[in-house]
DNA sequence: AGATCGATGAGAACGCTTGTCAACTCGCCG
DNA sequence: CGGCGAGTTGACAAGCGTTCTCATCGATCT
């Protein structure tokens, strides 16, 4: 269903697959975990496929409209993104470095399309993102 | 433990009770469910108690630190403010008119728990927010 | 090759939040 | 009871992340 790659424009008709949206992809594959979107911007001028600022931003709203990646909050407020798998999953994440684990909780789902189907409500999404320290940080 | 009215100033120590404060804190109080600083910010002057938005933002990060309030992010990346009720709860949010109903969920309370610690994550604490649409809306 | 239309980049604009600093208040001590 | 000092306030500027603008570029189609 899903093959990882090389789908960065396919989905949305009036999208085209250039060197800036192929260049952002490539460096979101290569992370485990959440990224900013300036850090991302960072790493591509480091890797010297320089990308416009702006164009970094279009393309991972472009990237998490299309369901590519998750799009978080950092306790500071700042986007992070990241690629994600086909599994729905939630997030472990370490307040101190930014060490991210996934964890899946078919009890959590349950849970929630219980509570929703409760109260008569449809079309049910969530969020659930769990924040700590981790054992190496504390 | 916790006598929720009129001990804002005396856990930090230099540290006193002047009118905004006590507005802040009032209009704080007057709320079940989370709002930014901005909005606290406006609220107090349709109330006729004007505070600086600065003094806001202080008096809010001043209870964040004293255990107060919760702190959250909204998706837009605002920070969100609520008096931290004796009970931990959750929000179930209509997509299309904004209604919210709170939930409660010890399994869920557990659940996070349990994960964490499995990872030996410490100091945890987590967000989870269920998104649909409500029954008068579909 | 030429035309068309989305995509890009640089910089300005924007909204939220925090810092600065002089003026002010509250609580306290003499 | 008056004055002092430390905490507090408010207006404004600065900082930061994100979005917008617009002229230019480049990809796709004919």
Do not use: K, N
Request: proline letters at 4%.
């Amino acid at each position: 269903m899903t093959d990882s790659t090389a789908r960065v424009s396919p989905g949305v008709p009036g999208t085209r697959p250039t060197r800036q949206r192929r260049a952002v992809s490539e460096v979101l594959s290569s992370f485990e975990d959440f990224r900013s979107a300036q850090e991302i911007h960072t790493l591509l001028g480091q890797r010297g496929e320089s990308v416009g600022l702006a164009t970094v931003y279009r393309t991972l709203q472009l990237l998490a409209d299309a369901g590519e990646v998750d799009v978080l909050r950092s306790e500071e407020g700042e986007a992070i993104y990241r690629r994600c798998s086909a599994t729905h999953h939630h997030h472990l994440v370490c307040r101190s470095c930014g060490a991210t684990v996934e964890v899946e909780g078919p009890a959590v789902e349950r849970w929630t399309a219980g509570i929703a189907a409760e109260h008569g409500f449809s079309d049910i999404s969530h969020t659930l993102e769990i924040f700590g320290t981790c054992p190496a940080c504390s």
